[in-house]
């Protein structure tokens, strides 16, 4: 009969140290030299996108890299719904999405209402889609704010006023809000003083600080603004259609189509709320529904009016 | 069993042989041989556990500072912000000293490093593996292992930021763990090999005090007893060996007085006259005497002094060394069964002494010896080989007596008898001579002769002087002129020509001798050569009483076929008087009749015939009753009952002889009685059996049958002149034909019934005469009406021509 070995400590630490010398031998390194073979120039990234990729664009609503991630993470979903190659263009600080679309630089472009107008105008960019809010609706509104003690209570008490608007080509924050003044007689002129600011957040963070007694801009950030003490809502414009996916006038319909179909079974509240990246600070935080260029004949109006079409 | 043999259970064994024997270096090498071990494996595991846990944090802290740049420069990357990335980069780099190098890119941004010298190529190819792996990925270069960590901060926008962080501080780390392991490896062991030296020393003392306990125990100090401290090990040990001590110590007196009993016992058994004797059992002096008391030494015939140190073969009897050395053996292999061994030591002088010995084993003085006991049964030995030789020569002749008592034939007698006491005697070699009718030898029986006949020239050779002188003869050595020398000397290769000779008598008279043949003359003692006179005198008996037996055999032989042949002649009688009655008087008697009918049928018819009918009738009737008469007559004679034997002698003898011409004379003489009637048929039937066969053989011209009565017996004689015949051929059994002789031997019978005796003389050419005497008792009253013959007749003289 065969005798068992003895089981002991050292027996067992001796199997503990063979499993930690097999957990450990496994990883090979990559032999590399860091001193040879050097690039002294311009050293160009390495290409991670297919070079026949449709891009597509955006306004610049957040700080850049929330707005990238956005994007980025619905042309990921859409490569998955699609199965195109979709990269994300970014557009240059100081240039605008209206150009590449123009351009064909950008093939699609989630923008605002402005910047359709004025794709539209420029080149004859499409609107395919608009976005839903949170609570389902395919238009959004306006609000003027002032600080939680401000003596200000109507658009009319503007007059006189510092305010700080959205970027100009903001449809919430310059576009909508200027029809709000104009409704309420007040001009752009019966205003101390006025600036444009890159986006919501700066034109809130301009009013509460104080340097301006009110600003405008989307009515979303401007609850939640409220909610907090922060600010106080003056006045909520009128429900506009929202910002939403235009094509440029180089994609083939069939693409649009396509891309369509995708966009309208995209449920970011419901499951596909994982797979994009803050969506719900987007001005599409719904999802999407059909949109016609006629939905935006009042607006193109105003921003006709306001001089936002001009070249 | 194979299993025992492997390497890995020799394993012990070889590490006890390889190791040095002293304990207290052992137990300091087993604790060093622990405490590296221990130590080397404590640098393995350390090692193993820093390093895996340093990589494990490095590569969390450099996901974080990857992530951390990542988001540092996102916006940078997205807005092409190149020198805040370059800013951002470098920050890191000089932050943070284990991280060797940082670059981060774009898809519309170059780039962006912190290589001072420019931008490793190498390193392009390894963006597509360095994001899989959230622990970075292993790079193996001039600067050691470095973690390449990848992070993309813009989530799926084609921006990426990488870290190289350099595993030259876990190494380091490593590495002075291992010099401070090693180090107090190395302290531990010198404390270690120092506490379990000083301990093993100290708990070794009680066993070297132990060790130098037993040394002065195995040096002779049986008092020695040990001091320890009970409880532990070595004090139960220690305990252990003070209770041996005790007990060799008592074990050793006990011995001691043992020894002093031993010498007291031999002294006591040499007292009382036991013979001791001390041999040595092993080296050199195997088998010599290491120590003889007394009584051993006065049965070898010499001083003890003398006999210690000799061989104790030297002093013993060839013929004994063999028992010796087998019961030696027994002894040796303990399948002794103390019974005592008989052997022969011869003395000094050369005189021989049974002893009977018993031995064992013993030590004497630090040698293995065996001790041997010793007793001179001499005299009671001679006493029993004198019992045993009265017993040897009763018993032969218990079987001799035996043997003679059969009913045996002379021949079977005598063998027997010789191996009988050939047996008693314990030889091998025996004859009997027995003498015939011509005064010579005949070897009637012998045992181990070379040829089994012969006469040897008996009696004519030295033994002969036996049968001549009637006397035992001893022949110590036959001379060259016996012919017994050269079959004895063949038979036992060698001078065996003494032999002793004893004459066989009985009733007085020497028939023969007895022989027994030995090489030792020695061997016939008086004893033996009175055995053997005993014997003969025995044989002698037994001789005669097996011829005895023999003619008795041999005449209950001739009684049977006497039976048989008187069975055979009544049947043949019977036939004969049947055959003449059928074929005379029957047809005689048939012949009446028919002639009786005849005379009816004439007398009716023609008388005058009857008359000469009848006339032939009677005549022939006549016939017929002589013929009737004749065979009554032959059947017994009337005349035997009626007139007595000689009437009846002389009808027969006319009856049977005068046919035939011869010349019968029957004289009577003595007196003028008549005698008992089973005496006179007797003779008659003797007389009758004569004259047939003097009428069918003897061709006789005269015969003589002569009675005389004289008192108490009556002689017949009868005798012819005729061709005459040897007797011995016709009564010899032998020689006896199946008719001739019969008739002489029924005479015999008839006679020697009626207690007489018959003799018959004859030769051929010269007659026969015939001889029966047979006494009778006179009957009384019957003289006168019982006569021989009728008175005046005492002579009567028939001559028959």
Redesign the interface.
């Known amino acids: 009969m ?2 068992a070995l003895p089981s002991s400590p ?1 027996a067992l ?2 199997v ?2 063979l499993f ?2 097999a ?2 031998g496994g ?14 120039g ?5 290409a ?2 297919s070079a026949d990729s449709l891009y597509i664009g955006f306004d610049r609503r957040l ?3 929330e ?3 956005q994007i ?2 619905l ?2 979903w859409l490569e998955g719904q699609t199965g195109l190659s979709i ?2 263009s ?1 557009t ?2 100081g240039s605008s999405v209206v150009d590449d679309l123009c351009a064909g630089r950008v093939d699609f472009a989630a923008v605002g209402t402005v910047s359709y107008l004025q794709s539209n105008d420029q080149c004859g960019a499409r609107i395919l889609l608009r976005g839903r809010n949170a609570e389902g609706q395919d238009t959004y509104k306006s609000a003027i704010i002032v600080r939680a003690g401000s003596p200000i209570h109507t658009v009319a008490d503007l007059r006189g006023r510092a305010f700080a608007f959205g970027a100009p080509n903001s449809t919430q924050g310059h576009l909508i809000p200027r029809l709000m003044l104009e409704e309420a007689g007040v001009s752009i002129h019966d205003l101390s003083v006025y600036a444009f600011h890159d986006s919501h957040a700066a034109t809130a963070n301009a009013v509460t600080s104080g340097r301006y007694e009110a600003g405008a801009l989307q009515d979303t950030l401007a609850r939640e603004l409220e909610a907090r003490g922060l600010v106080r809502i003056v006045a909520y414009s009128g429900p506009y259609p929202s910002s939403g996916i235009v094509a440029g006038p180089q994609v083939p319909s069939d693409t649009a189509r396509t891309l369509i179909d995708a966009l309208l079974r995209f449920d970011p509240l419901g499951d596909d709320a994982e797979s994009v ?1 803050g969506w719900s600070r987007t001005e599409m935080p719904g999802g999407f529904v059909t949109a016609r260029d006629g939905d935006y004949a009042g607006l193109r109006e105003i921003a006709r009016t306001i001089g936002l079409l001009e070249r | 069993m194979s299993n025992l043999r492997s390497p890995i259970y020799r394993l012990p064994a070889a590490l006890s042989r390889a190791f040095p024997r002293r304990l207290v270096t052992r137990i300091t090498l087993a604790v060093v041989g622990i405490v590296v071990p221990a130590g080397m494996i404590t640098l393995v595991v350390i090692n193993l556990l820093l390093g895996h846990y340093l990589r494990a944090e490095m590569a969390a802290s450099g996901a974080s500072l990857a992530r951390a740049l990542g988001d540092n420069v996102s916006n940078a990357l997205v807005d092409g912000d190149l020198a805040a990335i370059q800013e951002a980069l470098n920050g890191a780099v000089s932050d943070h000293q284990d991280i060797t190098y940082a670059y981060a890119f774009g898809p519309d941004t170059p780039v962006i490093h912190t290589f001072p010298n420019g931008f490793p190529a190498a390193l392009l190819s390894t963006t597509s593996q360095a994001g899989k792996n959230s622990q970075g990925l292993l790079l193996k270069s001039e600067k050691g292992l470095v973690r390449d960590f990848t992070y993309r901060p813009l989530g799926d926008f084609p921006a990426e930021v990488h870290l190289g962080i350099s595993e030259s501080r876990i190494t380091a780390v490593q590495n002075q763990a291992t010099a401070w392991i090693l180090g107090l490896t190395l302290v531990g062991c010198l404390l270690a090999a120092g506490v379990a030296y000083a301990l093993s020393r100290l708990a070794t003392r009680p066993l070297v005090a132990l060790t130098e306990g037993v040394q002065r125990l195995g040096r002779g100090h049986f008092d020695q007893r040990i001091e320890v401290p009970e409880g532990s090990e070595v004090g139960d040990l220690a305990v252990a060996f003070n209770q041996m001590s005790a007990d060799i110590q008592q074990a050793i007196a006990s011995l001691r007085l043992s020894e002093a009993s031993a010498q007291d016992l031999l002294t006591a058994a040499g007292a009382v006259g036991e013979g001791i004797a001390l041999i040595c059992d092993e080296g050199e002096g195997e088998g010599t005497f290491l120590f003889v008391n007394r009584t051993f030494a006065a049965l070898a015939g010499h001083q003890e002094a003398n006999l210690v140190g000799t061989n104790a073969a030297s002093i013993l009897h060839p013929d004994s060394l063999e028992a010796v050395r087998r019961a030696w053996q027994a002894i040796r292999s303990g399948t002794s069964r103390q019974t005592p061994t008989e052997i022969v030591l011869v003395d000094r002088h050369g005189q021989g002494h049974v002893l009977e010995t018993a031995g064992t084993l013993v030590e004497y003085q630090g040698r293995r010896a065996l001790a041997w006991f010793t007793r001179d049964v001499t005299e009671r030995k001679m006493r029993e080989d004198e019992i045993r030789r009265r017993n040897r020569e009763l018993t032969a002749l218990y079987a001799l007596a035996s043997a003679t008592s059969e009913p045996l034939s002379a021949k079977s007698v005598l063998k027997r008898a010789l191996r009988q006491v050939l047996k008693a005697l314990d030889l091998e070699v025996g004859w009997v001579f027995l003498l015939t009718s011509d005064g010579k030898g005949e070897l009637a029986a012998s045992y181990g002769l070379a040829h089994g006949g012969g006469s040897f020239g008996f009696p004519a050779c030295e033994c002969g002087a036996a049968l001549r002188e009637n006397r035992p003869v001893l022949v110590k050595s036959a001379g060259d002129h016996c012919p017994a020398r050269r079959a004895l000397r063949k038979q036992e290769g060698g001078p065996c020509t003494c032999h002793a000779t004893v004459p066989l008598v009985a009733r007085g008279r020497t028939l023969g001798v007895l022989s027994v043949a030995s090489a030792d003359p020695q061997h016939f003692r008086q004893a033996e050569m009175d055995l053997l006179k005993s014997v003969g005198q025995q044989m002698g008996v037994a001789l005669e009483n097996a011829r005895l037996w023999d003619e008795l055999r041999e005449k209950e032989q001739l009684r049977g076929e006497l039976l048989a042949r008187s069975i055979r002649a009544q049947e043949d009688e019977r036939q004969r008087i049947a055959r003449e009655l059928h074929d005379a008087t029957g047809q005689s008697l048939n012949a009446l009749v028919f002639g009786l009918n005849a005379a009816s049928t004439a007398l009716g018819q023609s008388p005058e015939a009857t008359a000469p009918l009848l006339e032939r009738l009677r005549v022939s009737a006549s016939d017929t009753v002589r013929e009737l008469q004749g065979i009554i007559y032959d059947l017994r004679p009337s005349l035997l009952d009626d007139l007595g034997l000689v009437p009846a002698l002389r009808w027969y003898a006319d009856e049977r002889l005068q046919s035939r011409g011869v010349d019968v004379t029957i004289e009577m003489s003595g007196e003028a009685t008549r005698l008992p009637s089973e005496v006179e048929t007797a003779l008659f039937r003797i007389a009758q059996e004569a004259v047939t066969n003097i009428g069918k053989h003897a061709d006789a011209r005269h015969v003589r049958i002569a009675l005389q009565v004289e008192a108490g017996q009556v002689v017949m004689t009868v005798e012819d002149d005729g061709v005459g015949f040897t007797p011995a051929s016709v009564l010899s059994p032998r020689e006896r034909s199946a008719e001739g002789g019969f008739g002489l031997l029924g005479m015999q019978e008839r006679t020697v019934l009626l207690g007489g005796t018959l003799s018959v003389s004859s030769a051929p050419g010269k007659g026969t005469r015939l001889h029966a005497t047979i006494p009778f008792r006179p009957q009384a009253g019957d003289s006168q009406s019982k006569e021989l013959m009728p008175a005046g007749h005492t002579k009567h003289e028939a001559n028959v021509t």
């Open positions: 065969r005798r050292v630490l001796g503990a140290i930690l010398l957990g450990c990883e090979q390194p990559v032999a590399v030299s860091l001193t040879h073979n050097l690039i002294t311009r050293v160009d990234a390495p991670l996108t700080e850049p890299k707005d990238v991630l980025a993470s042309a990921a990269g994300v970014v240059p600080r990246h």
